[in-house]
């Protein structure tokens, strides 16, 4: 099965603290693809359905990640993961 | 950033009481009043505070770890506080799981990204099941901080 990406800066004004990583993994978690994110800066990849995951990815406002999704609703997995990314409001 | 380089170590708690999330908070709040760390007039502002956070979603984030945090003027600079809890803490997470092991972080009201950086470094370290595993069954307050700066030094 094909992955779909998706590379996006993170708007956020706190970056990807605790509170949007708990977001973002629970909008994960409703999809059955495989996710995984990244920093595009860095090869490391982290599980995009774990709250340490994306922590540990340590994104800060204006850093540029990667999501991978890979299964049958990955294009609509990244739609909806895309949603918090790019929102500026403190979630 | 290293675990050590904003764990205080005279902020360890090896065998927290509390089996309630607002009373493991005022344990971990009172530890780092006992260590010296901040001024104890800071108490009651700063477990509102935390407990603010944990309403807008709980801090736990799986593994059995919770990370409870809030900005305080209390501090000039990232505080934190370490906490085991053998029976476990129903804190909400969303893996369902009781939470075991605590750090409880405390940042200056301007800051943002040193928050960020504790919160990515914690994450690194206890991905690692054996040193959760090492620390949950630790039984002194050396021994933790024994772990944890080995534990910095390895992955840095």
Known sequence: MAIVTRKLTVKNKSGLHARPAALFVQIANKFDSRITVKRDDDNEEVNGKSIMGILMLGAEKGSVIVIAAEGDDAENALTELEKIIISEEET | ?156
Do not use: W
């Open chain 2, 1 to 156: 950033m290293l675990i050590m380089d904003f764990l205080s170590k005279k902020a360890i708690a090896i065998d927290l009481k509390s089996s309630k999330k607002e009373e493991v908070i005022k344990e971990l709040v009172d530890v780092l009043i006992a260590a010296g760390e901040i001024e104890k007039r800071c108490k009651n502002k700063l477990i509102d505070a935390l407990m603010a956070r944990e309403s807008l979603g709980s801090t736990a984030i799986g593994q059995g770890i919770a990370i409870p945090h809030a900005k305080s003027d209390c501090v000039e600079k990232l505080l934190g506080a370490f906490g085991l809890s053998k029976k476990g803490v129903d804190f909400d997470s969303l893996d369902g799981e009781p939470a075991h092991i605590f750090f409880l972080l405390v940042a200056p009201q301007d800051s943002a990204g040193p928050h960020l950086k504790a919160l990515a470094r914690i994450s690194r370290l206890l991905k690692d099941k054996y040193f959760r595993d090492s620390l949950r069954s630790a039984t002194d307050e050396k021994t933790i901080i024994k772990i944890i700066s080995a534990e910095d030094e390895k992955k840095i």
